[in-house]
């Protein structure tokens, strides 16, 4: 590890979020389909995660599939399903060896049946690991995911587990996807694009950005160790002063 990161490290994000753009870019600039972009940035999914692993990061999430993805052409998001699902079949004993924990965020129940029923048992076989917690967002939308925390709410007043006076914004955390995981350290945005995309609208309230022209596919180690020191020289204030 190179000294200067090793200082870095003092300082290291718990939780990271990437925004994985630019494989369609990527294909293009060489003449190449789509999906072959999506499947060489599935080989950064699994280098990222390893070197987050390795390095001491507690949450990774990821960005793999959003709610509006679901209008790209069906070939597309057929190509992106099963390359999700063979990505969880044969990196799932890989993760077992690096003692990685797979979680998922979204609205799961969209996803083909073969694929769920891959998930879940990726999910359930990497259950008891203790290092990093690999959390996937698939057809995930930030807005869908407050619309479904209102409606968690509501049930739980209806219930009468919860009084209308007791929400505060710990208690509304607690009826989203993620109240599971800490908010997000450090969101990384691959390609350029300076938008958030409905990607964890809630929770990304005090994270640092960190936005790099690099096309996902050809995001490597060395820049996530430049994010991780971008990172590590930021003031965070939480809105107080300094
Ligand atoms: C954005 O690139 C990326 C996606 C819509 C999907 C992300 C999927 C992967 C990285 C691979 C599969 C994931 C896993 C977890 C195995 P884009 O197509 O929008 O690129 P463009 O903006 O250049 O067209």
Redesign the pocket.
Known sequence: MPANLKEDLKNLPRHIAII?????????ERGLP?TE???R??D??RAITEECGALGVEYLT?????AE?WK?PKR?VDA?MK??EQ??RTRTPEMMEQNVRLQAIGRLHDLPQTCQQQLHRSIEQTSQNTGLTLI?ALSYGGREEIVDGVKSLLESIERGHLDKGMIDTEVFSKHLYTRYYPDPDLLIRT?G?MRLSNFLLWQLSYTEFYITQT??PDFGKEELHQAIRAYSQRHRRFGTVA
């Open positions: 994985m753009d630019g494989n369609g870019r990527w294909a293009k789509r972009g999506h499947r940035g599935a950064t999914v990821l960005y793999a599939f959003s993805n790209r597309e992106l390359l999700l990505f969880l996937l390609s694009e096309l996902w």
